[in-house]
Nanobody
Framework: QVQLVESGGGLVQSGGSLRLSCAAS????????MGWYRRTPGTESELVAR???????ENADSVKGRFTISRDNPKNTVYLQMNSLKPEDTAVYYC?????????WGHGTQVTVSS
């Protein structure tokens, strides 16, 4: 069984920064894509950023130039550095990973940006 555990969420003022981390643990044979989604009440999940096993990244247009995704393969960990945060970035952020050929999700971490 594989677990994804997020950390690093919290409350920050507009213009501030936060760094999210997500570590995968358990019986891991392979990890391909890792990424972050976010959801606000009444909306569908939005892909924020993802990073493939070869290091290529994709960012949502809404976070380009502000958020950076990275990964540490030996640690099975993905990071999301969020700078210049805006109130509209407020959401629950979920870690995602394709582990052992199957989708795995974290429980989510709340990010709140005050104006």
């Amino acid at each position: 069984q594989v677990q994804l555990v997020e950390s690093g969420g919290g409350l920050v003022q507009s213009g501030g920064s936060l760094r999210l981390s997500c570590a995968a643990s358990g019986s891991i044979f392979s990890i391909n894509t890792m990424g972050w989604y976010r959801r606000t009440p009444g909306t569908e999940s939005e892909l924020v950023a993802r990073i493939f096993s070869d290091g290529r990244t994709e960012n949502a247009d809404s976070v380009k130039g502000r958020f950076t995704i990275s990964r540490d393969n030996p640690k099975n960990t993905v990071y999301l550095q969020m700078n210049s945060l805006k109130p509209e970035d407020t959401a629950v952020y979920y870690c995602y990973s394709l582990v052992n050929g199957r989708d795995s999700w974290g429980h989510g971490t709340q990010v709140t940006v005050s104006s």
